[in-house]
Nanobody
Framework: QVQLVESGGGLVQAGGSLRLSCEAS????????MGWFRQAPGKEREFVAA????????LYAPSVKGRFTISRDNAKNTVFLQMNSLEPEDTAVYYC????????????????WGQGTQVTVSS
């Protein structure tokens, strides 16, 4: 069992930056691949980024590639999502997820989820 707590969301103007954090407790984070997903009002949850247990492999959704960077600090059991050049379309609740399998883009591949943190980008 692992518990995930996200932080770092907020309100930012278009073009600005935010850094999300996800702290894992209960098991060491190296046991899990980690991912970020987001869900905007009226839309389905969508994949944003993911990182392997070692941090060597990263995956990104085409819509965020080049603007967002996922990283992890296994010593601190924390995963980060650095979001730059934010756009109003990035407005959503962002969720952290942990999966026992290999790094993946599909929500069904993740076993544990955080409660989410709101990101709002104003135009």
């Amino acid at each position: 069992q692992v518990q995930l707590v996200e932080s770092g969301g907020g309100l930012v103007q278009a073009g600005g930056s935010l850094r999300l954090s996800c702290e894992a407790s209960g098991r060491t984070s190296t046991d899990y691949a980690m991912g970020w997903f987001r869900q905007a009002p009226g839309k389905e949850r969508e994949f944003v980024a993911a990182i392997s247990r070692s941090g060597v492999t990263t995956l990104y959704a085409p819509s965020v590639k080049g603007r967002f960077t996922i990283s992890r600090d296994n010593a601190k059991n924390t995963v980060f999502l650095q979001m730059n050049s934010l756009e109003p379309e990035d407005t959503a609740v962002y969720y952290c997820a942990a999966g026992r399998g290999v790094v993946a883009r599909t929500a069904n591949d993740y076993n544990y989820w955080g409660q989410g943190t709101q990101v709002t980008v104003s135009s």
